[in-house]
């Protein structure tokens, strides 16, 4: 089963260009911005074996392969929202980023970089 989209993909994309377009961005675009590409991520990678978490805006498990049923899964990916943006719009590459101590990800199957990137922004609005 797809997963539910919760952001208007237009919105979601929107908030993405304002995000990126803002040496500080509105807490609303990161938020909206970062639930539009974690949704993303699910719908282009489904599966439950690795769990994507941007605290405080939102996780998602992803992925296919065997799936965890209790506890913490054993392939967690956690990073900030602004390192979330970046690499989701192919302005960080994964393996910098994993370098760089932006993105902890912990078990086999935890490297997203197949995966990424997963969109890229158009212009900001006016």
Do not use: I
């Not at 997963?3 to 807490?27: F, K, M, S, V």
């Amino acid at each position: 089963m797809p997963a539910r989209r919760r952001t208007d993909p237009a919105e979601g994309r929107a908030a993405l260009g304002r995000a990126l377009g803002a040496d500080e961005p509105a807490r609303s675009d990161l938020r909206d911005a970062t639930r539009f590409l974690l949704e993303e991520l699910a719908a282009r990678a489904p599966g439950r074996t690795v769990e994507v978490r941007v605290p405080p805006f939102g996780a998602v498990q992803c992925v296919a392969g065997p799936r965890h049923t209790r506890g913490t899964p054993p392939n967690v990916v956690e990073t900030d929202a602004p390192t979330w943006l970046a690499l989701a719009s192919g302005r960080l590459e994964w393996a910098a980023a994993v370098a760089q101590g932006r993105v902890r990800a912990s078990g086999e199957r935890a490297d997203l970089s197949e995966h990424l990137p997963l969109a890229r922004p158009g212009p900001a609005p006016e």
